[in-house]
Each structure stands twice: as C-alpha cells, then as structure tokens.
C-alpha cells in the first residue's frame, strides 16, 4: 500500500507542475449511495473552466490529511478519478471529508462519507440556516443592537476558512453587522422618526460552505413628535354700510385684523440640521417621498416644508440655450454679405 500512495503522490504532483491552475471545482460525488470495504471508489465532478488539475484530498475522522487523488479535467470541466480501493482510504470508523479543489482548499467543492466498519456511505452536509429574527422595537436617536446565530454551530467549528459571513440587505444606510459575529448595531437619527409609528424591513444573510440563508427583520421607530395641527383660516368680517334718513353718512371703513406671519417649516424638521439633507432624502429614497406626500400635503413641495426657495427654470432669451440648468451664450457665425466675399 505504500508504494500505491507514494506513486499517487508523486503524479499529482507532476500534473500539478504541468498543467496551469485557475479554476474553481463547483461538484464532487461519487457513483453509488454506498460501498463496501471491498470496492473500490471513483469520484467525479465539474470545475469552472475546464482543462485544469483536479487534487481530491482526503481528512480522516481525526483531521489528518493523508491521501491525495489526482485528475484533469475535460475541455467542459468535468472530471473524474481513477477508482480508488475503498481500503487504501477508510480504516478509522468516521466520517471522512474529500475535498476537490484546483489552487487553494478551501474554494474547493467537499463531500462527506462515513464509515462505520463494513460499508461507507455518503454522509448528509449539514443545513446552514438562521436562528429566527423576531421583530424590534427602538426610539430614535437610541441604539439597538443584537446577535444573530444559526441553527447548526457545526459550520464554525468545522469547515476552516469558510466560517459563516453575515450581511445585510436593503439595510439603512447607518445601520451595520459584524460580518464575523453576526452583531447588528444601529442608533436611528431624529430624521428616520414621524408623528407616528415607522417601520423599516430589511434583510440579514448569511453565506457559508457554498449555501445562504436570509431571514427578513422589521425595525419599528416609535412615534417621535406628535401630529402637527393646522389651524383654520378666519375670513376678517366687514360690517354693512348703513344709510341714514336726513344726511347720508359715511361708515369707517373696517379694517380686517392681520395676525402675525407663523412659520411655515412643518414640524419634523431638525433647525439645526441642513434643511437640503431633507429634500436629498426626498428625491432619493422612494419610502420617505410617498410618507410626506401622504401626511404632509398642506405644503406644495419638500422645499416649503423645510423653508427652502424652489429652484426655478427661467426660458432663456435669443443666442442663449438652457445647458445643466444654465443659460448659456450660444456662439452665432456671422455671414457676410455677397458683395464683401469679391
């Protein structure tokens, strides 16, 4: 037997100087649900680009390395080994990982067999998948933070390099998770509150050994101010002009009462914040747009609401043309008359 493992050795190793590495390997199997110890085993599978050295390492139940299968795969990336005597591999009862891969072990494809004594059968990858996410609630400008796990810690303790990495999607833009821990951490500012109730859904992923789970999560903002009210318009009442009987005179004219100018900037609005990052929020995030046109359509535009002028387009005059909001010159040739060209 030392002498099949030596010569398998060395020809991986002389395939390994011959042919250039780049791809990835996406699949590795074998042909049967299960062997005896008596037969012998072949592995196939498929690589990214075709053409490449394929290495199928092999870890035993104590983590030992200690056989290694060489191959090439076709012009279409698919491949398989040489069938392998089932006792040149399996002596130790476990489970057994086989690795095919092209440069690096770890972005390679695994399979797992087990064997109890007499036959080795495939073992099933374990599921990666998220604990559930329950929903939260926060205030604005207070910090919410919470870990996120998964079900089967198998994944952290044994697949090296490949350890769960978790992100987030359609997350806000301040809101962050520790890709390592799965430690989500956000203080929603005064601007993501309103007079009542706000709730943000988004997305926490997790990818590991070539699998993604994803659980979605709502972020409730509680009420932060209270409804604005808007006070009626009073129309000024003018008394009605009496005649008398002997000389017709004239009433004093009423004078309708002006009641002082009130702001006009709603009431969300944070003074000490720049009023533009208001209207940027409005142009560009389509969730806060359809929440001021709803509540706040007292106002004509973002721009009133947060005490800015509207930005006006002009019609520019004769030799000018409208360029990036612009009146601009328009050079004009100038054509002579006939009798100057003799």
Same mark, same amino acid.
């Given at each position: 037997?030392?002498?099949?493992?030596?010569?398998?050795?060395?020809?991986?190793?002389?395939?390994?100087?011959?042919?250039?590495?780049?791809?990835?390997?996406?699949?590795?199997?074998?042909?049967?649900?299960?062997?005896?110890?008596?037969?012998?085993?072949?592995?196939?599978?498929?690589?990214?680009?075709?053409?490449?050295?394929?290495?199928?390492?092999?870890?035993?139940?104590?983590?030992?390395?200690?056989?290694?299968?060489?191959?090439?795969?076709?012009?279409?990336?698919?491949?398989?080994?040489?069938?392998?005597?089932?006792?040149?591999?399996?002596?130790?009862?476990?489970?057994?990982?086989?690795?095919?891969?092209?440069?690096?072990?770890?972005?390679?494809?695994?399979?797992?067999?087990?064997?109890?004594?007499?036959?080795?059968?495939?073992?099933?990858?374990?599921?990666?998948?998220?604990?559930?996410?329950?929903?939260?609630?926060?205030?604005?400008?207070?910090?919410?933070?919470?870990?996120?796990?998964?079900?089967?810690?198998?994944?952290?303790?044994?697949?090296?390099?490949?350890?769960?990495?978790?992100?987030?999607?359609?997350?806000?833009?301040?809101?962050?998770?520790?890709?390592?821990?799965?430690?989500?951490?956000?203080?929603?500012?005064?601007?993501?509150?309103?007079?009542?109730?706000?709730?943000?859904?988004?997305?926490?992923?997790?990818?590991?050994?070539?699998?993604?789970?994803? @659980?979605?999560?709502?972020?409730?903002?509680?009420?932060?101010?209270? *409804? &604005? %009210? !808007? /006070? +009626? =318009? $009073?129309? #000024?009442?003018? @008394?009605?002009?009496?005649?008398?009987?002997?000389?017709?005179?004239? *009433? &004093? %004219? !009423? /004078? +309708? =009462? $002006?009641? #002082?100018?009130?702001?006009?900037?709603?009431?969300?609005?944070?003074?000490?914040?720049?009023?533009?990052?208001?209207?940027?929020?409005?142009?560009?995030?389509?969730?806060?747009?359809?929440?001021?046109?709803?509540?706040?359509?007292?106002?004509?535009?973002?721009?009133?609401?947060?005490?800015?002028?509207?930005?006006?387009?002009?019609?520019?005059?004769?030799?000018?043309?409208?360029?990036?909001?612009?009146?601009?010159?328009?050079?004009?040739?100038?054509?002579?008359?006939?009798?100057?060209?003799?």
């Amino acid at each position: 037997m030392q002498i099949t493992l030596a010569g398998v050795g060395i020809l991986s190793l002389f395939l390994i100087m011959l042919v250039p590495v780049y791809a990835e390997v996406i699949e590795i199997s074998v042909e049967k649900s299960f062997y005896t110890i008596d037969e012998k085993i072949l592995f196939s599978g498929n690589d990214e680009e075709g053409s490449s050295m394929i290495s199928v390492v092999v870890k035993d139940p104590d983590g030992k390395r200690n056989y290694v299968i060489g191959t090439i795969s076709n012009s279409e990336g698919k491949f398989e080994t040489t069938p392998v005597n089932a006792k040149n591999i399996f002596s130790t009862i476990g489970i057994y990982e086989f690795t095919a891969f092209t440069l690096k072990e770890e972005n390679g494809s695994s399979i797992f067999l087990k064997f109890d004594g007499d036959r080795i059968l495939e073992e099933e990858k374990p599921l990666l998948q998220l604990n559930l996410i329950e929903d939260k609630i926060v205030e604005v400008e207070k910090t919410i933070t919470f870990t996120v796990s998964i079900t089967d810690n198998t994944f952290i303790e044994t697949y090296d390099g490949r350890d769960p990495f978790f992100s987030l999607e359609n997350a806000p833009v301040d809101a962050t998770i520790d890709s390592s821990t799965g430690k989500f951490l956000w203080t929603p500012s005064k601007s993501y509150g309103s007079f009542e109730d706000v709730i943000y859904n988004f997305d926490i992923v997790v990818k590991a050994d070539n699998q993604e789970d994803r @659980e979605n999560i709502s972020i409730i903002i509680k009420k932060a101010y209270d *409804e &604005p %009210t !808007v /006070e +009626p =318009t $009073v129309e #000024p009442t003018v @008394e009605p002009t009496v005649e008398p009987t002997v000389e017709p005179t004239v *009433e &004093p %004219t !009423v /004078e +309708p =009462t $002006v009641e #002082p100018m009130k702001s006009t900037i709603a009431s969300f609005v944070d003074q000490s914040k720049d009023p533009q990052s208001y209207v940027d929020r409005y142009n560009n995030e389509k969730s806060y747009k359809v929440w001021f046109d709803e509540n706040y359509s007292q106002y004509s535009s973002i721009y009133e609401a947060v005490g800015l002028e509207e930005p006006e387009f002009g019609i520019c005059g004769e030799g000018t043309k409208l360029i990036d909001g612009i009146c601009s010159v328009i050079q004009k040739i100038s054509e002579k008359p006939w009798w100057q060209f003799w």
